[in-house]
Structures are given as structure tokens and as C-alpha cells.
């Protein structure tokens, strides 16, 4: 739990992993999907930083088999 919240402290000032690969039009019908992604991104975030270096494993595991199997 302490990590989890060290982690999200971090997430919150500016460390993201999704929305820096994600573009986002500057429509204000959009504005919404963005404030939706960019809070799911924090706790994202904050979960892979408490996971360690093994949860970042993990998880470029899975995201390089998913492109390994298209």
C-alpha cells in the first residue's frame, strides 16, 4: 500500500505511461475520453510502480506476445 501510494504521488505530478502514446483531438466532445484516460492512467501508473520492476516485466511480456500473435 505504501508503494501503491508513493506510486500514485508520482503519477499525479506528471509521470503517465498511456497518455504520452495516445493523442488526443482538441474537440470538446473528446474532452471528456481525455479526463476519463487521463485518470485511469494515474492509477495505471501507480500500479506498475508499486509492482516493481517484475510488474513492468510482466507487462511488456504480455504486450510484446499480443504483437508476437498479429
Not at 510482466?58 to 500473435?69: E, F, G, N, P
Amino acid at each position: 500500500m505504501i508503494a501503491f501510494g508513493f506510486g500514485l504521488i508520482l503519477a499525479i505530478t506528471g509521470i503517465t505511461t498511456l497518455t504520452d502514446f495516445i493523442i488526443m483531438p482538441n474537440d470538446s466532445n473528446m474532452l471528456l475520453n481525455h479526463k476519463i484516460l487521463s485518470y485511469y492512467d494515474i492509477i495505471f501508473t501507480a500500479a506498475i510502480l508499486s509492482g516493481g520492476t517484475s510488474g513492468i516485466h510482466q507487462l511488456s511480456k504480455v504486450v510484446k506476445d499480443s504483437w508476437m500473435k498479429s
